[in-house]
Structures are given as C-alpha cells and as structure tokens.
C-alpha cells in the first residue's frame, strides 16, 4: 500500500503535447498544435479554476500532462490531492514574479482555505503569438517550488 505524502510535484511541459484546452471563455490559437494563450489573463483564467477546485485530471488534460500521465496516474495525483486538502482553494495570491528577460517570466502562487495551501510555480515566455506556459508545477510543500526561483 502506498503511503500518502505531504509532497506532490507535478510539472507540465506545454513544449511535449498538445492540450486540448475548453474552460475558459476566450478561443485560443494554437502554434504546431500547441495552445497559445492570448494574454495572461487569458493563462489565469483557465488556471486558477482547476487549481482552486483540485481538479488535477482537468489541469493536466488541459495544459498538456496527458501526455506524461495516463489516466489512472491522473487519476491516482487528484485523490492524493484531494486527500490532503480536502476543501476547495478559496484564495489566491502572486507571492513572487520575477522578469528573467524582456520575454521570460516566473512566477509563484499559493491557493488556499485556512491553512491548507497548494503552491504553483509558473515559467512562462511572451511571444508575438501570444504567451506560453513553459513549466508549470504544484506542490503541496512550498520549498521544491523556492528552489525553482533563480
């Protein structure tokens, strides 16, 4: 039997499949058949829904995990999830952004309800086509995600 744990790291790679994205309320484009959000906050829009309401199998069919996952690890990563927050995410805040470069960006979130908190590291580039989520990843514990932080 697998013994639950307090740390789950998920990191989606946009550049690796191509994600049929359906949630938010604006089309997106698509570049070699990758989704490409308009602005970000078109990217916040799709984003912060599935992290608030745990919806793992959603977040990685959307921003590309599906092509790392199979369903039943999908599966397996959103009762983890849900078994250590047990209520949806009410808040959200950027606790950190930092330019790497005129086009590069990163960036640190935590979503919470009480003390129960789940943190997103973004690293994301603005292109004329619009902006790419290179490097998403959530984490339960904060500190993998601070090492992330150049």
């Known amino acids: 039997m697998t013994r639950l744990c307090n740390l789950i790291t998920l ?8 994600a049929s ?8 484009t698509y570049l070699n058949g990758f989704p490409v959000f308009q602005n970000y906050e078109t990217f916040r829009a799709y984003l912060d829904p599935l992290i608030k309401k745990r919806q ?16 039943p690890q999908a ?5 983890q999830i849900r078994g250590l927050r ?3 995410m009410q808040h959200v805040e950027v606790i950190r952004t930092e330019d790497l470069s005129d086009n590069w960006t990163q960036e640190m979130l ?18 004329d086509e619009g902006l ?3 490097n998403v990843t959530f984490n339960t514990d904060i ?3 601070l090492q992330l932080m150049m």
């Open 21 to 28: 994205i359906s949630t938010a309320k604006e089309p997106l």
């Open 11 to 18: 990191s989606i790679f946009l550049a690796f499949s191509s």
């Open 132 to 134: 790419f989520a290179i």
């Open 75 to 79: 599966l397996q990563i959103e009762e």
């Open 110 to 127: 935590a979503y919470w309800t009480g003390a129960d908190y789940i943190f997103l590291y973004v690293l994301y580039q603005n292109r």
């Open 86 to 88: 047990k209520v949806d």
């Open 56 to 71: 793992v199998v959603k977040f990685l069919d959307q921003f590309g995990g599906n092509a790392r996952y199979t369903k």
């Open 143 to 145: 500190k993998p995600l």
